[in-house]
């Protein structure tokens, strides 16, 4: 039951990173990964820099997206678009 919660909270996440940072569209799958790293990410990084956003799934959804948004923007200067 576990993964199916991370696999929607990343798909939550990955969307709304991708809806809010403009870039090249990675499709439903890659929103998916990139929104389940990304919450890995923003866990981390926030962490480190002592910020809580709350518990719960907008509090993980939020996190996420955070992530997401570091996470498009390195792929958007790793792969240039054409």
């Known amino acids: ?3 199916i919660v991370i696999i ?6 990955g969307w709304l990173g991708s809806m809010i940072y403009k870039g090249s569209g990675l499709g439903i799958i890659g929103n998916i990964l990139v929104g389940i790293v990304g919450g890995f990410l923003g866990y981390w990084l926030l962490g480190k820099l002592g910020v ?10 939020l996190t996420g997206a955070i992530g997401a948004i570091i996470i498009l923007f390195l792929i958007n200067l790793v792969v240039k678009k054409r």
């Not at 929607?8 to 996440?13: Q, T």
């Open 8 to 13: 929607l909270i990343g798909a939550v996440a």
């Open 1 to 3: 039951m576990e993964i």
């Open 52 to 61: 809580n956003l709350g518990t719960g799934w907008v509090g993980a959804i």
